[in-house]
């Protein structure tokens, strides 16, 4: 009788010996294991840093486009030697200026809509706005509502830039791509719907930026210092005083003194809750030579923030001007004047424009310490009457405008207050209205 044979002991191969068992997933999740603390923390650092070099790149394009804008503003006025050295690399000029030919082969009618380069000044504050808005999201990673407050801000400010650079017929731009995707990117991995602004038949309008920054502003307020909060409570109640009347040099000196220490301390310059207590009051500011830079800085980027306000829909008509308006009106009317210093005010220049019955009036803006010498042949044009010199945003050097003036036989007036046809008549007859006559 046979017996089976005894089972063979066959050897196992060496990658059977080398492959483990496999475990057992039934009933488990097979997502990937999240990440480790360390690896959040480095990947939240790529992305702050990425985010700051964004906000960089986008800052220095305004400030190229805005040098860019100035200096052909000041080409057409007349003037030959326009501008000081480009505050950008040569790389960023060079971009802008591409930037000004697709503003130059525009249509004959998108150059008659945009012949002040308001397109371009747009494009410039829109670069300004993804900056900041950039800004804001930084260290939003691990706060839920900073992020929601955040991403769809950063989705207009995207928007605006595509819409503006499509408007002027120029290429798209990389750094808006990036940005896009940044927010398609935060918004899915942080479960935030946002409504608007991803579509490209949602488009936001460029020149929506000025309204922008002061929602940036507000979204990023909140964290003064209980000193800075002292010294502008201070300013506020100042500010208020001065409306209802109180307008004494002390209340002056102590705002100015209030806001210089506040400056000096780390509060930035355009801060809005200083804009906000000094705007209704700046053109009241007194004719002063001891204004110090820390306030004159603060003067500067209110009258910044103040240039990019829309102009007023409805202007008054010529009789309802005061009578020092229209006597102005009567000296100048069909002549041409200069305004020196400052950032121009598009809805200021129109409104003296018009009040005085101007054919032109050529606002130069101005920097600290700048050379004089490339305002003497717009002063010298035999259409210009009368030289205005803004002297709350002026360097001494500013004065020798007065050699240039009696050189071509022009009046010289100081304007120490605000633009509004009634300060600016005011000045002008009290100044020059001999000479007018």
Not at 103 to 109: G, I, Q, R, S, T
Not at 188 to 205: C, G, W
Not at 245 to 269: C, M, R, T
Not at 281 to 296: A, K, N, T
Request: net charge negative; with cysteine; glycine share 6%.
């Amino acid at each position: 009788m046979s017996q089976n044979p005894p089972p063979i002991d066959t050897p196992m191969s060496d990658i059977e010996r080398s492959e483990p068992l496999r475990e057992l997933t039934l009933g488990q999740s097979t997502l990937p294991p999240p990440p480790l603390p360390t690896e959040l923390s480095a990947r939240a650092e790529a992305e702050s840093e990425e985010i700051e070099r964004l906000a960089v790149r986008c800052q220095a394009k305004a400030e190229a486009i805005r040098w860019q804008v100035e200096s052909h503003q000041r080409l057409w006025q007349g003037v030959d030697s326009p501008i000081d050295e480009a505050p950008v690399d040569p790389e960023l000029v060079a971009w802008s200026g591409r930037l000004v030919d697709c503003f130059y082969w525009l249509d004959a009618e998108d150059t008659s809509q945009s012949a002040d380069l308001s397109l371009l000044e747009d494009i410039g504050g829109c670069y300004e706005a993804m900056a900041e808005a950039l800004t804001l999201m930084l260290g939003g990673e691990s706060r839920r509502g900073k992020m929601e407050r955040a991403l769809p801000i950063l989705a207009e400010s995207q928007s605006m830039l595509r819409s503006a650079l499509q408007r002027l017929r120029a290429p798209g731009d990389p750094d808006q791509v990036t940005v896009y995707q940044m927010v398609r990117d935060a918004a899915a991995r942080h479960r935030i719907f946002v409504r608007r602004y991803l579509r490209t038949d949602d488009p936001a309008d460029p020149a929506g930026w000025p309204g922008l920054l002061s929602r940036i502003e507000t979204a990023g307020g909140g964290n003064l210092s209980r000193i800075h909060r002292e010294k502008l409570d201070r300013v506020r109640d100042l500010a208020e005083a001065i409306s209802r009347g109180e307008n004494s040099d002390d209340n002056w000196q102590a705002i100015i003194s209030n806001v210089e220490d506040a400056i000096d301390d780390g509060l930035p310059p355009s801060n809005r809750e200083v804009r906000e207590h000094l705007s209704p009051i700046v053109d009241d500011l007194p004719d002063r030579d001891d204004i110090p830079q820390g306030f004159r800085t603060v003067l500067r980027e209110i009258d910044r923030y103040l240039a990019t306000r829309p102009a007023p829909k409805i202007l008054p008509t010529r009789e309802a001007f005061p009578a020092d308006v229209r006597e102005v009106a009567r000296l100048l009317a069909g002549r041409s004047i200069v305004l020196i210093g400052g950032i121009r005010r598009r809805e200021a220049q129109e409104s003296l424009r018009r009040a005085f019955r101007l054919k032109d009036l050529i606002w130069i803006e101005t920097r600290e310490h700048q050379s004089i010498e490339p305002f003497e042949p717009v002063v010298a044009r035999p259409d210009v009457a009368l030289v205005l010199l803004a002297i709350r945003w002026s360097s001494h050097s500013f004065g020798e405008v007065r050699q240039f003036c009696i050189r071509h036989g022009k009046p010289l007036v100081r304007l120490p207050g605000g633009y509004g046809p009634h300060q600016v008549a005011v000045q002008i007859l009290a100044q020059a209205s001999g000479a007018l006559e």
